[in-house]
């Protein structure tokens, strides 16, 4: 029984972490604070190359990146264990646990937990409020360190979109200003000529193609979750929902062709044949010819050529065969 996502073993995804936030952070200052010395009197700029804002997007990106650390360590070191089972090992670990109102049987814990807990196969314990199991932060999030998941995940989005918007930026000011820009000239001065300019580029384009990919997958968790909430359900509830509706369509798209089949099979039988209402193109039934574009029936024929024939002039491609009943009645296009 694993206790939090420290214990071992540990994730590769939760170790890979480990070297995101500092290639992030250090990237991060690598490209945007060392451009930020004041340029010499000497070179044709005047003034620093980043102004006042950009100071402040990036005091806004290590507080944000401080959060996230903050919330994910804590998030990481808690255990998520449910309540039941808890007071049970602590109380009497060889005894018997009572049921009740509100409580179930985990056959793999062998105690009475509650009806909201789940048993992670991850960790080897039933979780209070179960939510998910994390592979991230190697740890299940439930009821005891879901808002410091979430605070974490909006705190990573927070500041991996604001270090996007700022490496795009730089970028934009080093391909768009040219040789004489405040950025290149502070670049090349600070890696040496051009090949410098070319390998700090080089890298910032890297860098943002890194962050793109990140912005991407945390700001769909970030959304996921926001409508969780909106809908008051925890990611093991929407599983378990989009499982039922998978289940449901399928069962439905499986009737619905049985139904077809026996459609089928029951004009077969008796000696039906499908029109187009198009091109009337058809086998004989009853007392029609079935020739060419003649009408079979001087009934229910003529009201579907009717209504072919007004359909194709305002437009509608019909696209559908018509097949007649035996008493001809309307049939839906």
């Given at each position: 029984?694993?206790?939090?996502?420290?214990?071992?073993?540990?994730?590769?995804?939760?170790?890979?972490?480990?070297?995101?936030?500092?290639?992030?952070?250090?990237?991060?200052?690598?490209?945007?604070?060392?451009?930020?010395?004041?340029?010499?009197?000497?070179?044709?700029?005047?003034?620093?190359?980043?102004?006042?804002?950009?100071?402040?997007?990036?005091?806004?990106?290590?507080?944000?990146?401080?959060?996230?650390?903050?919330?994910?360590?804590?998030?990481?070191?808690?255990?998520?264990?449910?309540?039941?089972?808890?007071?049970?090992?602590?109380?009497?670990?060889?005894?018997?646990?009572?049921?009740?109102?509100?409580?179930?049987?985990?056959?793999?814990?062998?105690?009475?937990?509650?009806?909201?807990?789940?048993?992670?196969?991850?960790?080897?314990?039933?979780?209070?409020?179960?939510?998910?199991?994390?592979?991230?932060?190697?740890?299940?999030?439930?009821?005891?360190?879901?808002?410091?998941?979430?605070?974490?995940?909006?705190?990573?989005?927070?500041?991996t979109s604001l270090?996007?918007?700022?490496?795009?930026?730089?970028?934009?000011?080093?391909?768009?200003?040219?040789?004489?820009?405040?950025?290149?000239?502070?670049?090349?001065?600070?890696?040496?000529?051009?090949?410098?300019?070319?390998?700090?580029?080089?890298?910032?384009?890297?860098?943002?193609?890194?962050?793109?990919?990140?912005?991407?997958?945390?700001?769909?968790?970030?959304?996921?979750?926001?409508?969780?909430?909106?809908?008051?359900?925890?990611?093991?509830?929407?599983?378990?929902?989009?499982?039922?509706?998978?289940?449901?369509?399928?069962?439905?798209?499986?009737?619905?062709?049985k139904t077809r089949?026996?459609?089928?099979?029951?004009?077969?039988?008796?000696g039906q044949r499908?029109?187009?209402?198009?091109?009337?193109?058809?086998?004989?039934?009853?007392?029609?010819?079935?020739?060419?574009?003649?009408?079979?029936?001087?009934?229910?024929?003529?009201?579907?050529?009717?209504?072919?024939?007004?359909?194709?002039?305002?437009?509608?491609?019909?696209?559908?065969?018509?097949?007649?009943?035996?008493?001809?009645?309307?049939?839906?296009?």
């Amino acid at each position: 029984m694993r206790k939090n996502g420290l214990t071992a073993p540990l994730n590769a995804l939760q170790v890979l972490t480990w070297f995101l936030f500092p290639f992030f952070i250090i990237g991060y200052t690598v490209l945007s604070f060392l451009p930020q010395i004041s340029v010499p009197s000497s070179l044709p700029t005047t003034g620093p190359v980043w102004d006042a804002q950009n100071y402040i997007l990036g005091s806004l990106v290590y507080l944000f990146s401080l959060l996230g650390i903050y919330c994910g360590g804590q998030a990481c070191s808690i255990d998520p264990i449910d309540n039941h089972l808890q007071t049970h090992l602590l109380t009497n670990p060889n005894g018997r646990s009572k049921g009740g109102p509100g409580k179930t049987f985990c056959w793999v814990c062998q105690v009475h937990v509650s009806s909201s807990s789940k048993h992670c196969r991850f960790c080897e314990k039933c979780v209070h409020e179960f939510d998910h199991h994390c592979q991230w932060l190697n740890t299940c999030v439930g009821g005891k360190n879901y808002r410091p998941f979430f605070h974490c995940v909006c705190a990573v989005f927070a500041f991996t979109s604001l270090e996007l918007v700022a490496t795009a930026v730089l970028l934009a000011r080093f391909y768009v200003d040219g040789e004489d820009g405040g950025v290149r000239v502070r670049i090349v001065e600070l890696y040496g000529g051009d090949t410098g300019a070319t390998v700090f580029a080089g890298f910032a384009l890297a860098f943002a193609a890194a962050l793109l990919v990140t912005v991407g997958m945390i700001a769909q968790l970030f959304f996921f979750h926001v409508n969780l909430q909106r809908r008051g359900i925890t990611t093991y509830q929407y599983v378990v929902e989009d499982a039922k509706r998978c289940q449901e369509e399928g069962r439905k798209k499986k009737e619905r062709e049985k139904t077809r089949k026996e459609e089928e099979k029951r004009r077969k039988e008796m000696g039906q044949r499908q029109v187009c209402v198009v091109c009337w193109v058809g086998g004989e039934r009853g007392g029609g010819t079935g020739n060419g574009g003649e009408r079979v029936d001087n009934g229910g024929a003529e009201r579907y050529n009717s209504d072919a024939s007004n359909s194709y002039e305002n437009g509608v491609e019909l696209t559908e065969m018509i097949v007649r009943d035996d008493d001809m009645k309307e049939a839906e296009i």
